[in-house]
Each structure stands twice: as structure tokens, then as C-alpha cells.
């Protein structure tokens, strides 16, 4: 299994991006019954949970991107998004999607957003 997460880039502040993350190689059952997250790190700083989803729907976002973010997965494509709007600078960081089943956790790669001012 391999998470390949793309989407990332370089915008101006009040921008937006969506991530993506497809998860390559997983069963769609395994898929269908995760949890999924996504996750950011910035430079000196510890990974922080910014968004997760649960296999029945639930969803819950760190403070600071409620109601500019929103995390969705399409269960046919084996994908989970992270739709960003209204990006601020201390959005920049590389952000990591994240699947944690019920045997293991599965990570992406990370892609990289910077937001300017």
C-alpha cells in the first residue's frame, strides 16, 4: 500500500488549495473502514492532526482551520481531499495524509504549501 498525496503549492494569503491523497494498492474494504486524517508539519514544529475522518462520517478539525478547511473522501477512487480555503501563512507547512486501519497506520509522502502574505 502506498499514499500518494499531490495538490500542494505556493499561494498568496486569502488562496486556496485541495489536497489529495489516493491510496494505492489498498483494498476498498480496509479503505471504506478507516479512519482517515490529515496532518501538517512546519519547520520546528511537531506534526500536528489538522483534520480527521471516521469511517462513519464523522469529522473534526483542529481550532484554528474550522470553517476553512474541509476534509472528504471518494470511497470509488480510493481518495481522501483536504479543501483549503481563505489560506493564512501560518497554514505553511508540508502536510501528510494519513489511514489508519484497524491492523496499521499507512502515511503519504507529504506535499508542501506555503502561503505568502
Known amino acids: 500500500v502506498q499514499l500518494q498525496a499531490s495538490g500542494g503549492g505556493s499561494v498568496q494569503a486569502g488562496g486556496s488549495l485541495k489536497l489529495s491523497c489516493v491510496a494505492r494498492g489498498m483494498i476498498w474494504s480496509t479503505f471504506t473502514g478507516s479512519r482517515m486524517g490529515w496532518y501538517r508539519q512546519a519547520p520546528g514544529n511537531q506534526r500536528e492532526l489538522v483534520a480527521d475522518?471516521?469511517?462513519?462520517?464523522?469529522?473534526n478539525y483542529q481550532d484554528s482551520v474550522k470553517g476553512r478547511f474541509t476534509i472528504s473522501k471518494d470511497n470509488s477512487k480510493k481518495t481522501v481531499y483536504l479543501q483549503m480555503n481563505s489560506l493564512k501563512p501560518e497554514d505553511t507547512a508540508k502536510y501528510y495524509c494519513?489511514?489508519?486501519?484497524?491492523?496499521?497506520?499507512?502515511w503519504g509522502q507529504g506535499t508542501q504549501v506555503t502561503v505568502s502574505s
Open positions: 494519513n489511514i489508519e486501519s484497524a491492523s496499521r497506520d499507512y
Open positions: 475522518l471516521t469511517s462513519g462520517g464523522s469529522t
